[in-house]
C-alpha cells in the first residue's frame, strides 16, 4: 500500500469564503459611506446641541385647512416654510421640539398620518440657518443659488428628492422634499416656498 503524503491530506483553501468576507467587506463599507452622508444631511438639520433628537409630535398629523395651518403653526415661534395648496389638501404635524411638517396630499385626502411619499415642506428651527446653509454649500457635491432675499438655496448631488432654503435673520432652515427627483429644487428655486410665519 503506498504512502498517502501530508499534502494529500491537507484540506485545500477554499477561495469561496475569502471571497465572500470581501463581498461582505464592500458592503460594510458602502453602508459606512451611506451613513456618513445621511449624517451630513441630520447634522445641516438637526445640528443644534439643544434640540431634542427624539420628538414626537405635539400637534398632528391631521388634515387641515389654510387658516388653521395658519393658526397653529404661529404658536411656534419661529420662521415656518410652506408653499400655497394649489387645491392638494394640506397635513400638518407640529413635533415636541418646534419642527413644522406640512405634507401635500391630492384634494380630497382625509387620511392623515398616511406613509405614502408626498411632497413636504419642513421648517427645522435653529440658531443661524444661513450659516449653516453656507457651510453644506461649500461641501463637495453641493449646488447652491442666492435668494432674491440675500439668502441660499442648497441641494446635494446625492440627495435629488431634498432641497434646503434659509434665509437672512430666519429661525429655522427650510426642507422641501418631494418623490419626483429634482422636483423640490425646482420648487424652490422658482418660487414657490414662501414664508407662512416670520
Known amino acids: 500500500m503506498s504512502e498517502v503524503s501530508q499534502m494529500d491530506v491537507a484540506p485545500r483553501q477554499d477561495p469561496g469564503p475569502q471571497r465572500r468576507w470581501k463581498e461582505a467587506l464592500a458592503v460594510i463599507v458602502g453602508l459606512g459611506l451611506a451613513a456618513i452622508l445621511g449624517l451630513g444631511v441630520w447634522f445641516l438639520v438637526r445640528g443644534d446641541a439643544s434640540t431634542d433628537p427624539v420628538a414626537t409630535a405635539s400637534?398632528?398629523?391631521v388634515i387641515v385647512d389654510e387658516a388653521t395651518l395658519r393658526a397653529e403653526t404661529a404658536r411656534v415661534g419661529h420662521t415656518v416654510y410652506w408653499m400655497p395648496p394649489e387645491g392638494r389638501s394640506l397635513e400638518l404635524t407640529i413635533m415636541s421640539d418646534g419642527t413644522v411638517h406640512v405634507r401635500y396630499?391630492?384634494?380630497?385626502?382625509?387620511?392623515?398620518?398616511?406613509?405614502?411619499?408626498?411632497?413636504?415642506?419642513?421648517?427645522w428651527p435653529m440658531s443661524d440657518p444661513l450659516a449653516r446653509a453656507q457651510t453644506s454649500a461649500a461641501s463637495e457635491g453641493a449646488m447652491s443659488q442666492e435668494t432674491a432675499g440675500g439668502g441660499l438655496y442648497v441641494t446635494g448631488s446625492d440627495s435629488p428628492y431634498n432641497a434646503y432654503v434659509a434665509e437672512p435673520n430666519a429661525t429655522a432652515l427650510g426642507e422641501v422634499y418631494d418623490p419626483t427627483p429634482g422636483k423640490a429644487w425646482r420648487d424652490l428655486t422658482g418660487g414657490k416656498v414662501t414664508v407662512l410665519q416670520p
Open 59 to 61: 400637534y398632528g398629523p
Open 105 to 123: 396630499f391630492p384634494a380630497g385626502a382625509d387620511q392623515p398620518g398616511s406613509q405614502t411619499p408626498e411632497t413636504t415642506v419642513s421648517s
